[in-house]
T-cell receptor
């Protein structure tokens, strides 16, 4: 069965500092990994994905994520956080034979000025 | 590109009435649409998957007679909550994937907040 874990409910970081939001996954076959961001009372916005190829994936708004097969992780990173990055971040996974997404529980990112 | 809209954004209804939520792909053809439900401070729960012109596939535990899904065209899917009750109050979000965008990526609508009194 597919699953996604986001071990941190909330991440706090000062503006200008690097940020990391953690995600680990479990899936049979090759994973398709995604990060989405949700602002209050809004739908999810696609940030980036890993399907195949280079383990370091660059996405929207300066975010990037690194696929680590041995650690089954796909952590989201940004070199310099902005206050406007404050939002709820979801990691999601699907497998080879399905287009269904399984979401993590979400991590609230709070960037302080 | 890859814009998905939902209407209405917010709806309040009385218990026992039915509510229809529309999900539209504005700039691509959505061969597959998904309906999710999100409870406060929780993750998204997939309710059903629909392919254009076919019956929806519901997830385990989701009542298909209560949550009617129609995907009649490549740009429109509707979710009708029939005989709504207060426990159906939630944030409903649709997503779409299809032709003209990355087929392996779901693009999400802005969501519909349903409140049943």
């Amino acid at each position: 069965a597919q699953s996604v874990a986001q071990p941190e409910d909330q991440v706090n970081v000062a503006e200008g500092n690097p940020l990391t939001v953690k995600c680990t996954y479990s899936v049979s076959g090759n994973p398709y990994l995604f990060w989405y961001v949700q602002y209050p009372n809004r739908g999810l916005q696609f940030l980036l994905k890993y399907i195949t190829g280079d383990n370091l994936v660059k996405g929207s708004y300066g975010f990037e994520a690194e696929f680590n097969k041995s650690q089954t992780s796909f952590h989201l990173k940004k070199p310099s956080a902005l206050v406007s990055d404050s939002a709820l971040y979801f990691c999601a996974v699907s497998g080879d034979n399905t287009d269904k997404l399984i979401f993590g529980t979400g991590t609230r990112l709070q960037v302080f000025p | 590109g890859a814009v998905v809209s939902q209407h209405p954004s917010r709806v309040i209804c009385k218990s026992g009435t039915s509510v229809k939520i529309e999900c539209r792909s504005l700039d691509f053809q959505a061969t597959t649409m998904f309906w999710y439900r999100q409870f406060p401070k929780q993750s998204l729960m997939l309710m059903a998957t629909s392919n254009e012109g076919s019956k929806a596939t519901y997830e385990q535990g989701v009542e298909k007679d209560k949550f009617l899904i129609n995907h009649a065209s490549l740009t429109l899917s509707t979710l009708t909550v029939t005989s709504a009750h207060p426990e159906d109050s939630s944030f409903y979000i649709c997503s779409a994937s299809g032709q003209g965008v990355s087929t392996d990526t779901q693009y999400f609508g802005p969501g519909t907040r349903l409140t049943v009194l």
